[in-house]
């Protein structure tokens, strides 16, 4: 029997009054990628970062291969370093070149040697098409070439699978394409991939699944095909139509 | 009236400018460590630890440096501790810029961007790994300009170590002004030694500032 990459059961968690996320399970199998869509508000953020224990769901478990993440013995610091996060604002650490940025993980978490690292870190930064900007310090970076070194920060760690946070919703239109171009190279290439995002380009190219999600629950998953021709509640078509609209389906 | 100060004089002065030059660096010292250390207590510390920081803090910032001195010079000896003047001068102006150059690191910690230790943590660091190469790195470059400020204000509070008997520049000048009965004119060339200091400190400073500055990141980077 395979056991699925990640395995998310039963997330809870309540901020104050509020209840982010009500229940919520699902599964990520080997190579596949998940885009996560809904109105602001519902939780998908809060979810993703439950699955990094980068917020500590209240109920619920969460397995990488097996493993709980979510179990209070777990080693999460290693957990966490074969899991990529790519965040809405790039989050890029401000004192350290490209290259630098790259290769922090691998040196300091994964003990690489440093010569190893950068090595490393430089041939990540090319994969996203960044080799030429290695000694650049990410405020002399457009918003787009600031997120492709994210991406290249997440996959210097070798991770299992990567979380898109919104990864395009902090950028001006014209720098969308070339993240979303690397992202759908990554899943092209076998990338397991969790993505919050509205650009259904990307989801109607690459996604295996999309999963609508409303008031801290999911209400609808299926394959893109299914969820955009025939969706079986009334509030995925309704969604699907007014985010299509204002994103409109460019990718190609 | 007329200037009379005495050329021979100059080299006691420059005895005493050694010495507060060594004392003012090593309080300096103690201040930065302690300072990192009581600031990060108060940012990421549970309360066991955040609480006797903050009280620290509270304590060496709300009650006069002379005082500090007095109780740690002359009070101490009464609990049986006896320490040379040198020690306590040093302990009383390193505790006191300890606390005072904390709130500025704290300040700085604090105005490190939030999502910079998402990102560490979410890398696989530890929370010392995280503070140690990602927040500390940043916070130490925002927190020069102010920072200066304090280091400064300490080079002349430590004036005040000469009523413990330690021969700075101004237990010199108090010494040679009184022999001679010649206040102003000594006071005066001491205020010039200071001044002298404080300038040469500010240059420094300024050329840390330029050196260790990366673009966008600092007080410099807003106003672009």
């Known amino acids: ?252 | 009236m007329s200037f009379l100060f005495k050329w021979e004089w100059l080299p006691k002065m420059a005895s005493g400018l050694v010495v507060t030059v060594e004392v003012t660096a090593t309080c300096i010292a103690i201040g930065i460590v302690l300072g990192v250390l009581l600031a990060l207590g108060r940012v990421y510390g549970r309360r066991p630890i955040s609480l006797p920081c903050s009280l620290f803090i509270q304590f060496f910032r709300g009650t006069p440096l002379l005082v500090q001195l007095f109780i740690i010079y002359y009070g101490l000896p009464n609990w049986g501790i006896r320490l040379p003047a040198f020690v306590s001068g040093i302990l009383a102006l390193g505790l006191n810029t300890a606390a005072y150059q904390a709130e500025y690191f704290r300040g700085a910690i604090q105005s490190v961007k939030k999502g910079q230790m998402l990102a560490a943590r979410s890398l696989g660091m530890s929370l010392t790994q995280s503070i140690r190469f990602v927040i500390l790195p940043q916070a130490l470059r925002l927190v020069i300009p102010a920072w200066s400020n304090e280091l400064i204000l300490m080079l002349k509070s430590s004036s005040i170590i000469y009523l413990v008997t330690i021969y700075d520049i101004m237990g010199v000048s108090q010494k040679i002004a009184a022999r001679h009965f010649n206040y102003f004119d000594v006071y005066v060339v001491a205020a010039l030694f200071y001044l002298a200091l404080v300038l040469i400190v500010s240059l420094l400073l300024r050329l840390l500032e330029h050196r260790v500055q990366i673009p966008g990141l600092g007080v410099h980077a807003d106003r672009r």
């Open chain 1, 1 to 252: 029997m395979n056991t699925p990459l990640l395995k998310v059961e039963d997330i809870h968690k309540r901020y104050g009054n509020e209840e982010v996320l009500r229940g919520v399970s699902f599964e990520v199998n080997r190579g596949e990628t998940k885009v996560f869509i809904g109105p602001s508000g519902t939780g998908k953020s809060t979810l993703l970062r439950c699955v990094n224990q980068l917020t500590p769901p209240d109920k619920g478990q969460v397995f990488l291969e097996g493993t709980e993440v979510t179990h209070h013995k777990s080693d999460i610091n290693r957990l966490r370093a074969s899991i990529g996060f790519v965040f809405q604002d790039f989050n890029l650490f401000a004192h350290l070149t490209a290259m630098q940025n790259v290769s922090i993980g691998p040196s300091k978490v994964t003990r690489m040697h440093k010569e190893q690292a950068q090595a490393r870190a430089l041939a990540e930064l090319e994969r996203v098409g960044l080799g030429d900007k290695a000694n650049a310090y990410p405020a002399q970076l457009s918003g787009g070439q600031q997120q492709r070194v994210s991406i290249a920060r997440a996959l210097a760690m070798d991770p299992k699978l990567i979380l898109f946070d919104e990864p395009t919703s902090a950028l001006d239109p014209e720098l969308i394409g070339e993240v979303l171009e690397v992202m759908i190279e990554l899943a092209r290439e076998g990338m397991t991939m969790l993505c919050v995002t509205h650009e259904m380009g990307f989801a109607r190219s690459v996604a295996n699944e999309i999963i609508f999600m409303e008031h801290g629950v999911i209400v609808e998953q299926g394959p893109p095909q299914q969820m955009f021709t025939n969706p079986q509640h009334q509030r995925t078509g309704e969604f699907l139509r007014k985010i299509s609209e204002l994103y409109g389906e460019t990718e190609k």
